[in-house]
T-cell receptor, first 117, second 113 residues
Framework: DAGVIQSPRHEVTEMGQEVTLRCKPI?????LFWYRQTMMRGLELLIY????????DSGMPEDRFSAKMPNASFSTLKIQPSEPRDSAVYFC???????????????FGPGTRLLVL | KNEVEQSPQNLTAQEGEFITINCSYS?????LHWLQQHPGGGIVSLFM???GKKKHGRLIATINIQEKHSSLHITASHPRDSAVYIC???????????????FGKGTHLIIQP
């Protein structure tokens, strides 16, 4: 398996522009997580899905952020409009679910490095 | 919300030394993860544990649920072990919101030849 795939790997955009980050989880995984990493705050959970359904989006900073998972093999994280403080590395991770309904070891994608000027 | 504290923040050691990185958390958990972030930025899951001890090669992870504490040990350290080691916890209770991880700030480890 190719692992978790994220695109683009790098994105430079200007303030006010729309940014769309993409993630393809490992085939068969039913959990998908979006994380953000900054120097100041470290890694933070933004949102996660189970079987394509958003379970917890309490980490999404504000209404400018939205995430979708239209099917089991694809998810997007959109920022509209983007601001300089959104500059960070955005990681997608996926995992299997356990029988009890919680997730197993998470496998991380390579991340998307976003710079908003 | 769980608070995750790691120590030390930075650690420089000589090749061959025994390394210990500590992690403590404030609220009951269902699982604790140790992650390794390479200088290039990629993140790899090293261990997931909920009790006892796990070993993989030169890496050993232990957890004490009562004390809310975990340690990651590296034996016979090597320069290629240089990375950021991150502790992350998953909340104890199932259901909505319990599966996402809460992360420590990481320990920057440098192993000098």
């Amino acid at each position: 398996d190719a692992g978790v795939i994220q695109s683009p790997r790098h994105e430079v955009t200007e303030m006010g522009q729309e940014v769309t980050l993409r993630c393809k989880p490992i085939s068969g995984h039913d959990y998908l997580f979006w994380y953000r990493q900054t120097m100041m705050r470290g890694l933070e959970l933004l949102i996660y899905f189970n079987n394509n359904v958003p379970i917890d989006d309490s980490g999404m900073p504000e209404d400018r952020f939205s995430a979708k998972m239209p099917n089991a093999s694809f998810s997007t994280l959109k920022i509209q409009p983007s601001e300089p403080r959104d500059s960070a590395v955005y990681f997608c991770a996926s995992s299997w679910g356990l029988a009890g309904g919680t997730s197993e070891t998470q496998y991380f994608g390579p991340g998307t490095r976003l710079l908003v000027l | 919300k769980n608070e995750v504290e790691q120590s030390p923040q930075n650690l420089t050691a000589q090749e061959g030394e025994f390394i210990t990185i500590n992690c403590s958390y404030s609220v009951g958990i269902s699982a604790l993860h140790w992650l390794q972030q390479h200088p290039g930025g990629g993140i790899v899951s090293l261990f997931m544990l909920s009790s006892g001890k796990k070993k993989h090669g030169r890496l050993i992870a232990t957890i004490n649920i009562q004390e809310k504490h975990s340690s990651l040990h590296i034996t016979a350290s090597h320069p290629r072990d240089s990375a950021v080691y991150i502790c992350a916890v998953r909340s104890k209770y199932g259901g909505g919101g319990a599966d996402g991880l809460t992360f420590g700030k990481g320990t920057h480890l440098i192993i000098q030849p």
